[in-house]
T-cell receptor, first 113, second 117 residues
Framework: GDSVTQMEGPVTLSEEAFLTINCTYTATGYPSLFWYVQYPGEGLQLLLKATKADDKGSNKGFEATYRKETTSFHLEKGSVQVSDSAVYFCALINTGTASKLTFGTGTRLQVTL | KAGVTQTPRYLIKTRGQQVTLSCSPISGHRSVSWYQQTPGQGLQFLFEYFSETQRNKGNFPGRFSGRQFSNSRSEMNVSTLELGDSALYLC????????????????FGEGSRLTVL
């Protein structure tokens, strides 16, 4: 079945540091890929998405590129802020099969001053 | 517009009891999905309802059930609670659902945190 693997957390960075959170996936066909973010005490919200190979999703300074050859969708940000502290979830939807979002286990990011 | 509303936000039950959780989707959204979130298993898909019909179901035992009403509000029920059912239960709504017509963009509520003692 479909699956998503994320790097283990927590990730602790100083403000203005560069962020990379790795995400790889296993799926048949051509899934769409997503990053969701969960701030403390809140539900998840969509951060960005990419629906086909080589697409780049971007939002709020975060970027991720859909790499079919490496089955990856790594999340990056050039300069993190304290307000970016949250849990980040990589996810995919494969409308050809399960027709539901499959999430990774989440990566907690802690940004300090 | 108002977001996804889940009630209750917190509840404590004992083993063997049952619980009903409620979800009011964003106005106009016809699809409601439920997820269980635990530290060990992450986010696990429970089921999705669209226009009062269960359209997809995850790998959970029959103790977990749900329904959707004509106004798109949804409830999920867990019977004969076990300690392992302690989790954050998240509801998410979307305009057309997660399936072939869907975009994968879900709008989540803040969740109902269930503790089973």
């Amino acid at each position: 079945g479909d699956s998503v693997t994320q790097m283990e957390g927590p990730v602790t960075l100083s403000e203005e540091a560069f962020l990379t959170i790795n995400c790889t996936y296993t799926a048949t066909g051509y899934p769409s890929l997503f990053w969701y973010v969960q701030y403390p005490g809140e539900g998840l919200q969509l951060l960005l998405k990419a629906t086909k190979a080589d697409d780049k999703g971007s939002n709020k300074g975060f970027e991720a590129t859909y790499r079919k050859e490496t089955t990856s969708f790594h999340l990056e940000k050039g300069s993190v802020q304290v307000s970016d502290s949250a849990v980040y979830f990589c996810a995919l939807i494969n409308t050809g099969t399960a027709s539901k979002l499959t999430f990774g286990t989440g990566t907690r990011l802690q940004v300090t001053l | 517009k108002a977001g996804v509303t889940q009630t209750p936000r917190y509840l404590i039950k004992t083993r063997g009891q049952q619980v009903t959780l409620s979800c009011s989707p964003i106005s106009g959204h016809r699809s409601v999905s439920w997820y269980q979130q635990t530290p060990g298993q992450g986010l696990q898909f429970l089921f999705e309802y669209f226009s009062e019909t269960q359209r997809n179901k995850g790998n959970f035992p029959g103790r977990f059930s749900g329904r959707q009403f004509s106004n798109s509000r949804s409830e999920m029920n867990v019977s004969t609670l076990e300690l392992g059912d302690s989790a954050l239960y998240l509801c998410a709504s979307s305009l057309v659902g997660q399936g072939a017509l869907g975009t994968g963009e879900l709008f989540f509520g803040e969740g109902s945190r269930l503790t089973v003692l």
